[in-house]
């Protein structure tokens, strides 16, 4: 491991996970992985430009997840840091677990506004308990584990449905995940990987991977009729399962 002791971010306790690219002594550690953290941004700036407003804010908070998750994305692979890593990873837990949250919603149309801010913080706070093993492979599995708790939800969902939304859209955004997490392994475990390269890494193909699954989920999601504001008011629900 490159010793960054006396480099930008120096003192700051180093990140657990290390990828393929090699760090530099510099203000960005790792550019590859840094810059391409930024289509997570363009993804929510894509989101807010292409919603239609007047629906209800889940379009918002998609922005504003996609945005936050892109900037503690950057924040971590510029600086290295466990800091960075731990908000990086938990802003990546917290919009799979919205999605869980208000998924069950369409389920469950009876659950109380409080009832689904306290899954949502109770959900974020067990996945979140993965990020103190000291094991690169525990974040990774309980990311697994909540996207598999989603689609099992909807696919239970869909089963039941009398109108069938476009699952094609959810199948597409859980797709471009799943083969970025194929080439995040092949990168981490430095199967694939130019250490030197800071311009395209395993990594960075990860990140772009995401942002447009993101896109796709909020696309998904979009499709159904929910209340102004999740976590508050009633549902107003033309699709959901009854
Ligand atoms: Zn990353």
Same mark, same amino acid.
């Given at each position: 491991m490159v010793d960054l002791t006396n480099c930008p971010w120096g003192g700051l306790e180093p990140a657990k996970l290390w990828f393929c690219e090699a760090p530099l002594c510099s203000i960005v550690h790792r550019p590859?992985?840094?810059?391409?953290?930024? =289509? +997570?941004?363009?993804?929510?700036? &894509?989101? &807010?430009?292409? =919603?239609?407003? *007047?629906?209800?804010?889940?379009?918002?908070i998609f922005t504003i997840m996609a945005i936050f998750i892109g900037l503690t994305s950057a924040a971590m692979h510029a600086t290295s840091s466990r800091i960075g890593e731990i908000m990086d990873v938990s802003s990546m837990f917290g919009i799979v677990n919205f999605c869980i949250v208000i998924g069950l919603k369409?389920? &469950?149309?009876?659950? *109380?506004?409080? *009832?689904?801010? @306290?899954? +949502? /913080?109770? #959900?974020? /706070? $067990?996945?979140? /308990? *993965?990020?103190?093993?000291?094991?690169?492979? =525990?974040?990774?599995a309980m990311f697994g584990s909540l996207i598999l708790i989603g689609v099992i939800t909807e696919y239970l969902m869909f089963k039941k449905a009398k109108v069938k939304p476009n699952y094609w859209l959810l199948v597409k955004s859980i797709g471009l995940v799943v083969i970025g997490w194929g080439i995040w392994w092949l990168d981490i475990l430095k199967i694939v990987?130019?250490?030197?390269?800071h $311009? $395209?890494? @395993?990594?960075?193909?990860?990140?772009? #991977?995401? =942002?447009?699954?993101?896109? &796709?989920?909020?696309?998904?999601?979009?499709q159904f009729e929910y209340a102004p504001s999740p976590f508050i008011g009633k549902l107003n629900c033309k699709n959901c399962v009854h």
């Open positions: 590859s992985e840094t810059y391409s953290s930024f =289509a +997570f941004v363009i993804a929510g700036l &894509y989101i &807010y430009r292409k =919603a239609d407003k *007047s629906k209800n804010i889940h379009y918002l369409r389920k &469950y149309p009876s659950l *109380s506004g409080l *009832s689904q801010l @306290g899954l +949502f /913080i109770l #959900f974020t /706070i $067990i996945s979140s /308990i *993965s990020l103190t093993i000291n094991n690169e492979a =525990a974040g990774s990987c130019n250490p030197n390269n $311009i $395209i890494t @395993g990594h960075a193909i990860w990140h772009a #991977f995401c =942002a447009v699954g993101i896109v &796709y989920l909020w696309r998904f999601f979009d």
